[in-house]
């Protein structure tokens, strides 16, 4: 079969619903939330272009299920229904063209930029490392109460983006936020029922599942974005996410999502995170966390998708066809060329390639918060109806993002202090 033939195939998920292609729409922030929370029409517009370029599922950038734990400033916040008429909408364009829009569920615990939220908080109270301080506070450890009342918070979400009429959700369990430091034992250092072994680690992410089961019913497709390991010296290791994919697998969850690292080893970029020699073999084959795939594969039939490293359609169904993968994820390319999936499905080759964005300061330049401001700010050109600028300088957008940060925990805080007084 030709690479488009492969890609253009639909996908039959196990509760029913079909996907029209192979092609997976990864989650990158938005940052298009309007003050209050809600998304704004440049979201919907973003959406639209990319139903419009051809991918078969769409999964959304960061949603939080609480206002007072932003993870960039921008987010959409579900907590209750008051934003469901403009949920609605974007619904509405983001699933035309027959594409699929899943809504990623998060919370960033600890990895919320310092002046964001009134606090941090986490599974534990471990700080970032040293040349990360400046950017981000040392968290508040989580009690048992709060912990339950979090994954209440993500069932509600998840009934509401139903309600909405999204086609499903993803928990994003991934990239250091949340749920990947309750997983990990640099991150939770607990002894309680949520912490001190593998299997306590795994029940937050099980219960964050069970309660949005609950809430959308048996046929509502449920996803998780999982790391195959966070690449940090006592960390979550591949062993440890073999073993959550099968409790997942065994719990039922629709399609799982391949990733890894965090921000301090934000391997989900490119961005080498570990010594060892990169094989020519795996870099023929393009895709970053292929082989841990592979390792998934062997160990559960439930669909998989690998996002991160895809630069030839050839590569792509390459994967497909060794059956390590499902789907492929596409994030960045789609930043600045909404409509490759397009190309990919007819056999033309997208317009660019994707490249590294530094600053020329290598504090900086190892941040994964780099990646992620440059790329918010091209999501926000399609938003306004503009051409994206691939070319646009990295040390611009970081400074301008900083800029916002600052700005945006500094409106945050003011009205408190005012209440309180």
Known sequence: MTPQAVLSQPLTLPHGPVIKNRLLKSAMSEALGDRSGAPSPELTRLYQAWAEGGIGL?????????????????????????????????????????????????????????????????????????????????????????????IQRYGRAAGIVKDAGFSGVQIHGAHGYLVSQFLSPHHNCRTDDWGGSPAKRRRFVLEVYGAMRQAVGPDFPIGIKLNSADFQRGGFTEEESLDTIRALAEADIDLIEISGGTYEAPAMTGIKVSKEPVKESTRQ?????????????????????????????????????????????????LAIEPDAPKKLLAGKPTAHQIKPITTGIKAIDKLGLLEVSWYTGQLKRIGRGEEPKPNESGLWVFAKQAWHMVMAGRKKRVPAKLRAG
């Not at 998060?106 to 941090?120: C, D, F, I, M, W």
């Not at 795939?293 to 792509?316: D, I």
Request: charged share 25%.
């Open 58 to 150: 769409s999964v959304t950038g960061n949603v939080m299920i609480d206002s007072a734990a932003l993870g960039e400033p921008g987010n959409v916040v579900i907590e209750d229904a008051r934003h469901l008429t403009a949920l609605r909408a974007w619904a509405k364009a983001a699933t035309s063209h027959g594409t699929q829009c899943w809504v990623q569920l998060n919370h960033p615990g600890k990895q919320s930029p310092k002046g964001l939220n009134e606090e941090t908080v986490a599974p534990s109270a471990v700080p970032f490392r040293d040349d990360m301080k400046a950017f981000f506070a040392t968290p508040r450890e989580l009690k048992p109460a709060e912990v339950r009342a979090l």
């Open 285 to 333: 084959r393009e895709a970053y966390f292929l082989e841990f795939a592979e390792k998934a594969r062997a160990a559960v039939k439930t669909p998989l998708v690998v996002t991160g490293g895809f630069r030839t359609a050839r590569g792509m169904a390459d994967a497909i066809q060794s059956g390590a993968v499902d789907m492929v994820g596409l994030a960045r390319i």
